[in-house]
């Protein structure tokens, strides 16, 4: 007389494998959020308080002009509407409106935008569009680094003393095109062979992302709203 054979094990039921997935999936979906939350909210933050160096390099060339015609920056313009159009909605208890802003800068954030940006010379090309022109100082670089030569560009009043050709710079700033090579900075620091800062930096006006900007503006706003409309 043989031995029976054991069943065959059976497969999970297709509901289970289903409500498997649903969890993995929703899983995935918190982590990718928790991540986008934290890390886009970290780096607008740095972003605005204290970003990193732009990069290191040696100065090959430099040239100094005693007055321009400040640049027209239509970012500051741009975010003075955005945070004019949020307030309104905050204010009537729409709230919806600035959380979806606070959403899209948060992604973009977390994506490190940059561009566009501005700076407080936006009001000196403001009162140029009016007719009353305004002239500030710009210093101009070509910075070697390890990469390639970048030109850097600094506007505005400046404090400190412009570096020379020959000295070995880290500066702080921001890309004005993707392929790297032109630089719009803010805070030029000499440093030594081994990275270490020498002297007084030489700072011009500083600039600051649109993106992470209006991040902050939009949360203030997404608040205000929900705190308006629950005291309703």
């Known amino acids: 007389m043989t031995a029976e054979s054991a069943p065959p094990p059976q497969a999970p039921s297709t509901p289970a494998v289903a409500q498997e997935e649903a969890v993995k999936a929703a899983q995935k979906l918190w982590d990718i959020t928790k991540t986008v939350v934290t890390v886009g909210g970290r780096t607008a933050w740095q972003e605005l308080t204290n970003p990193s160096p732009a990069l290191d390099g040696t100065v090959t060339e430099r040239f100094e002009a005693e007055a321009i015609t400040p640049p027209n920056e239509p970012a500051f313009w741009a975010f003075v509407a955005s945070v004019i159009v949020l307030a309104v909605f905050a204010l009537a208890g729409r709230w919806f409106f600035p959380f979806v802003a606070t959403v899209v800068t948060l992604v973009l954030s977390w994506l490190r935008w940059k561009r566009p940006f501005f700076s407080p010379l936006a009001w000196k090309g403001l009162l140029s569009l009016l007719g009353r022109p305004a002239q500030v100082p710009s210093a101009y670089l070509k910075v070697q680094t390890t990469t390639g030569e970048v030109q850097v560009t600094l506007l505005g009043e400046r404090q400190g003393e412009l570096p020379q050709v020959g000295d070995r710079l ?23 062979e081994a990275g270490q800062p020498q002297g007084e930096p030489c700072q011009v006006p500083r600039l600051f992302p649109f993106v992470p900007a209006l991040f ?8 205000l709203g929900w705190l308006i409309a629950w005291l309703r």
């Open 170 to 192: 880290r500066l702080w700033g921001i890309y004005e095109d993707k392929a790297m090579t032109k630089l719009r900075a803010w805070k030029v620091q000499r440093i030594d």
């Open 216 to 223: 902050f503006a939009s949360l203030a706003a997404t608040i």
